[in-house]
């Protein structure tokens, strides 16, 4: 029995983890790479073979561990997806979305190589490969256990991120021997204002655990109302327009209840129009509502009483594209409007539109990985390329730690504290680092625990081991030959892309068919390695 951790380490992006045990072969996420190189890194040939794989457990909806589940469907994945209920509703969401945007970059960059001569460039996934994910997802519920493999079975419970996440109780057998791992997924904040605090787990063998702020604490809820009320009086007291990108699931509908708050408490004015910009989010919303039973207290008991945590007065819903452009011509707003790191969707316009203005403000309420136009704009980069154009960044940037979704140090901890079992602690999700420093601190307070990089195995047993059986990382193709495969690829998209289905191609099997046997014999070698 093993475990390879083959995305997710020392990074928050990407997450994908392979468990195997006797002919059973079950991933943990499969979630797109965002930031520096993220194209050609989701475009990747797996680690494995998708035909091999019986079943995908999904810890939750963001794209980053759900974001490359229809691509592991279109290269022949046709086994389970086992999800929670509002998780399956979510990834409709998002992954229909995320194919619109796939579609309209590779349409605009298919234009622009036309006109220099280079070939078509293609989506990861489109609509039909979506559907046919849909159709592979098994809904589940919290708390039952259930056999997802013959030799693996798994419990999903409640992580607190945001509406259905989950951490997963695994139990691998083999040969008479049971192990037993732990994915903490992303887990949410000991206390949450959203969603319900996090299931305690004490028993397990091996924890994966994520770090994503590993190395630092959030500011209390009360320290952080006070924070955004600060920085949100200042901008509205300049009659500016305030952007705030958000991720659409979770921080979208947290800063909706937090601009409600700020009505009540007559900080924010009932005349100042809030824009909620896009139809992704209000779908969202509306998967929220639903699901309240799943809420946190403080949220239930608005909605017991009839209110609507996620409706501030004002409220305005930008659906169409010709809605989101007019709000350009506004200038005293408060804009949400994904993506939360600003490397794509509506923020994008908008951020090219307001950034030159000095009067402007953005509020960024989440993390911001390396490389996303999010991440340069906090770090202080005062001309960006956005959109094609060259923009000034003049307006005033604020950041709002404290409204993450996401565990602190001290929640990990604690959370952590729960074992009951001294199991051995694997950190990832999160940059080296917070990973390192988070390993460290659990080290502190008696677990063993490693922080390991992509392509680590690591041979799962009951037994205790001061040191586990980490096998070197994952043979890697070589630069050369990763190019030599991307130069490959876009050849073949650029042969399908002059196809109008009336050539006769005749003269061309002879070729088509030597390189079909040729790339068929590196394909074998690899999975002999």
Request: hydrophobic letters at 40%; one cysteine or more.
């Amino acid at each position: 029995m093993q475990l390879k951790i083959l995305g997710a380490a020392g990074e928050v992006t990407g997450s994908l983890y392979l468990l195997e045990a006797g002919a059973s072969h079950v991933l943990v996420d499969c979630g797109t790479f965002q930031g520096r190189d993220e194209d050609r890194r989701n475009a990747e040939t797996f680690p494995f073979d998708p035909i091999g794989i019986d079943a995908v457990l999904l810890t939750h909806a963001h794209l980053d561990h759900s974001g490359r589940i229809p691509l592991l469907v279109k290269r022949g994945f046709h086994g389970r997806i086992y999800a929670t209920s509002p998780t399956v509703e979510l990834c409709d969401v998002l992954w229909r979305d995320s194919t619109r945007l796939m579609k309209e970059e590779a349409e605009w960059r298919t234009r622009k190589n036309r006109r220099r001569g280079l070939p078509a460039v293609f989506p990861l996934y489109d609509e039909a490969d979506v559907d046919q994910a849909m159709v592979l997802f098994q809904p589940t519920t919290y708390d039952d256990v259930f056999d997802v493999a013959p030799g693996i079975r798994v419990r999903f419970r409640d992580a607190g991120h945001m509406l259905g996440s989950a951490i997963l109780e695994v139990w691998l057998k083999e040969n008479d021997e049971e192990v037993k791992v732990v994915f903490s997924g992303d887990l949410g904040q000991q206390e949450s204002v959203l969603e319900r605090d996090p299931a305690v787990v004490e028993d397990a063998h091996f924890v994966v655990i994520e770090s994503t702020y590993g190395d630092r604490r959030h500011k209390s809820c009360a320290e952080t109302r006070k924070e955004f009320a600060s920085i949100m009086g200042e901008a509205l007291g300049d009659r500016s327009k305030v952007l705030i990108p958000t991720f659409v699931v979770e921080r979208a509908q947290r800063v909706l209840y937090e601009l409600l708050l700020l009505q009540e408490e007559g900080v924010l004015r009932d005349n100042v129009p809030i824009y909620l910009d896009s139809p992704m989010g209000v779908t969202a919303t509306e998967i929220y509502r639903k699901y309240a039973s799943l809420l946190s207290a403080e949220l239930q008991g608005r909605l017991l009483k009839g209110g609507d945590p996620f409706a501030p007065k004002q409220l305005k819903k930008a659906i169409t594209p010709q809605e989101s452009r007019a709000i350009n011509d506004v200038r005293h707003a408060v804009v949400l409007a994904g993506s939360g790191m600003a490397n794509g969707g509506r923020i994008v316009h908008h951020l090219k539109h307001s950034l030159w203005d000095p009067k402007s403000h953005v509020i960024f309420v989440g993390y911001q990985a390396t490389g996303t136009l999010g991440r340069r704009i906090v770090e202080g980069e005062s001309y960006l390329r956005i959109a094609g154009e060259e923009v000034q960044v003049k307006s005033q940037v604020h950041t709002v730690g404290g409204f993450s979704s996401h565990a602190d140090r001290g929640d990990l901890l604690a959370w952590a504290s729960n074992f009951k079992t001294s199991p051995l602690f694997l950190v990832t999700h999160g940059e080296a680092k917070a990973s390192e420093s988070l390993a460290s601190g659990l080290e502190e307070s008696g677990f063993k625990a490693l922080a390991p990089v992509a392509g680590y195995t690591i041979a799962l047993a009951p037994e205790r081991r001061e040191i586990p059986i980490v096998a070197t990382a994952t043979k890697r193709v070589s630069d050369d030959a990763r190019q030599a495969l991307r130069d490959v690829n876009s050849l073949v998209a650029s042969l399908l892309g002059q196809l109008n289905g009336t050539e006769d191609l005749d003269d061309l099997l002879p070729l088509l068919m030597a390189a079909k046997t040729l790339l068929e014999t590196a394909n074998a070698k690899l999975l002999t390695r």
